[in-house]
């Protein structure tokens, strides 16, 4: 199936405190995924990807890690700045390159 | 370099009416592909168009239809509106389907309302 949910649909952190988004999956024919973060009015903006044989990449300031043995994504935001304040989806890919199913979204509110 | 351009920015039809979206791809993407999204949910694939034919497609009913031009551009038609098509539809642009690196580059989306 196409479930890709996510367990926190709000979170709230202190400027300069690390975040960290969670993300299920439950097709495990998936086998790239990618987190993206959209801000009100805008697309949604690439932040990082990862594919299935991997377990963990990192990127400037955010980490993707990936368990394949529950289906399990998470995001982490290091040092998190009153600009990363928006809604981060995570998306999966199964092996088509064709479509990519989005979860319902968690919004990251980040108090100065 | 240009990315992901859609217009128009905000739409409002009647129900009954039909409507064309357009959005024009990143330079270098020859892969177009549509999604809704509804207020307060993820995006939903709509369909994908690479070299000019579909290419795959989500679970939307044929009033949903569109093109893709020689020059990449696309158009996402909806015929028949009915007041649940209320969305932002987006549009994302990537190089061959299948590629991975930075996935879809997504415009920044038209806001339809049907009344």
């Known amino acids: 199936g196409e479930n890709v949910g996510l367990h926190l649909p709000t979170l709230s952190v202190q400027e300069g405190d690390n975040s960290i988004i969670n993300c299920a999956y439950s097709n495990s024919a998936s086998d790239y995924f990618i987190w993206y973060k959209q801000e009100s009015g805008k697309g949604p903006q690439f932040i990082i990807d990862i594919r299935s044989n991997m377990d963990k990449r990192q990127g400037q300031r955010v980490t993707v890690l990936l368990n394949k043995t529950v289906k399990h994504l998470s995001l982490q935001i290091a040092a998190t700045q009153p600009g990363d304040s928006a809604v981060y989806f995570c998306a999966e890919n199964m092996n088509t390159g064709n479509q990519f199913y989005f979860g319902t979204g968690t919004s990251l509110t980040v108090i100065p | 370099e240009t990315g992901v351009t859609q217009s128009p920015t905000h739409l409002i039809k009647t129900r009954g009416q039909q409507v064309t979206l357009r959005c024009s791809s990143q330079?270098?993407?020859?892969?177009v592909s549509w999604y809704q999204q509804a207020l307060g949910q993820g995006p939903q694939f709509i369909f994908q168009?690479?070299?000019?034919?579909?290419?795959g497609r989500g679970n939307f009913p044929p009033r949903f239809s569109g093109l893709q031009f020689p020059n990449y551009s696309s158009e996402l038609n909806v015929n028949a509106l009915e007041l649940d098509d209320s969305a932002l539809y987006l549009c994302?642009?990537?190089?061959?389907?299948?590629?991975?690196?930075?996935?879809?580059?997504f415009g920044s989306g038209t806001r339809l309302t049907v009344v």
């Open positions: 994302a642009s990537t190089e061959p389907p299948g590629q991975g690196g930075d996935g879809y580059t």
């Open positions: 330079s270098g993407h020859n892969t």
């Open positions: 168009y690479y070299r000019e034919e579909e290419n």
